[in-house]
T-cell receptor, first 114, second 114 residues
């Protein structure tokens, strides 16, 4: 069956260091993989996505890596800041029939130590 | 003002009561979704709607119903609330043209069923 999961529930990082959040997936039919950030008391917010035929995509201070061989997805945050403290979800999307079937993982909590 | 607005933000009710959670959006998106978030389980899809005439069940629709009153409004009902429906509920929207899985979430409605 399909599943999107995370290796670590909590990650503590010193301010200024780089953060790496990992995610494993099992469904090879996904079209896109997405990272969402959820701050306390708020809804998830889209960060970055990567198409399934790519292996790397960069955004502002974030990089997503996709390794289809081992079905692994990671989010790298450069120079982690206190504002990066949040729960991060990986998700996969299989677009079909106009509907986006987005399946979410369980989330990793990132704690930034000042 | 938020693009996706949910009411109420917090609600405490008793077992057997009927509850309605409302969602309105100003993004002009056709697609609307209701998700449920439980600790350790990520977000799970309850119902989704392509437009006012199209309603579809998600992975955990039992015990819930929805109504798409207008393009901008999508409400979730619990006809007879039970304690295991205690959770954080999110409404989300997406654009017709996107393929990536980018969803726009409201800030959530926390429901407690005693």
């Amino acid at each position: 069956g399909e599943s999107v999961g995370l290796h670590l529930p909590t990650l503590s990082v010193q301010e200024g260091d780089n953060s790496i959040i990992n995610c494993a997936y099992s469904n090879s039919a996904s079209d896109y993989f997405i990272w969402y950030k959820q701050e306390s008391g708020k809804g998830p917010q889209f960060i970055i996505d990567i198409r399934s035929n790519m292996d790397k995509r960069q955004g502002q201070r974030v990089t997503v890596l996709l390794n289809k061989t081992v079905k692994h997805l990671s989010l790298q945050i450069a120079a982690t800041q206190p504002g990066d403290s949040a729960v991060y979800f990986c998700a996969e999307n299989r677009a079909g029939g106009g509907y986006q079937k987005v399946t979410f993982g369980t989330g990793t909590k990132l704690q930034v130590i000042p | 003002d938020a693009d996706v607005t949910q009411t109420p933000r917090n609600r405490i009710t008793k077992t057997g009561k009927r509850i309605m959670l409302e969602c309105s959006q100003t993004k002009g998106h056709d697609r609307m979704y209701w998700y449920r978030q439980d600790p350790g389980l990520g977000l799970r899809l309850i119902y989704y709607s392509f437009d006012v005439k199209d309603i579809n069940k998600g992975e955990i629709s039992d015990g819930y119903s929805v109504s798409r009153q207008a393009q901008a409004k999508f409400s979730l009902s619990l006809e007879s609330a039970i304690p295991n429906q205690t959770a954080l509920y999110f409404c989300a929207t997406s654009d017709f043209g996107t393929q990536t899985g980018e969803l726009f979430f409201g800030e959530g409605s926390r429901l407690t069923v005693l």
